[in-house]
């Protein structure tokens, strides 16, 4: 299993105990038993393009960053890891974008595992890297993620206040510009539908 045996290596990399690694190696072996062949051998794939320097830069951290998510619910720690490499690429090459999705993967780590404060400090650097990059559809999904947190942890002014300010704002002009792109004909039918299913869902979560 080269993806399984590599990953390993990146934990020894990260200055993990040999005990620590042992029981990461169980967690992710789990994983990929219960997700059955297939999922092994697509792992492996996404780890090999992830490993090859002459794929292009985006589609390197697509990878990577699929592989964590394909980790996400079920060993969290290895989907950290995984992002932080990915987080450590994005800042080499100066991709702001792809910055800041591995700093929203972490923060979902941290969310999951119910660690609040830490999920919001990497959610609003992972914000701050999104509006740099202009990427709204992003930035967008991150207000959501916050504006829950705060509901979450049972912070219901600080929650709405957040949705006031920032979430419904971002709302308004991500509908707008769809309206405005689907008019012009920039993007199709199903684009549209998929930008007002997200404005209408940070909406939701402000009700």
Known sequence: MPFLRQLNGCFATY???????????????????????????????????????????????????????????????STALLARLGLEYAQKIGNTNWEGKALNTIGCTHHIKGEYAEAIKFFTKSLTAQEKANDLKGASALYNNLGLIYREQGNNPKALEYYEKTALPTADLLLSNAQKSFRAGDVGYLEYVQALSRANDIRLGYL
């Open 15 to 77: 200055g993990c105990a040999l005990q620590h690694m042992k029981k990461r190696y169980l967690l992710i072996s789990f994983c990929f038993m219960a997700f059955g062949a297939f999922a092994q051998v697509n792992a492996d794939s996404l780890w090999g393009v992830w490993n090859d320097p002459n794929q292009a830069d985006t589609i390197r951290m697509r990878a990577i960053q699929n592989l964590a998510w394909s980790l996400m619910y079920s060993n969290p720690d």
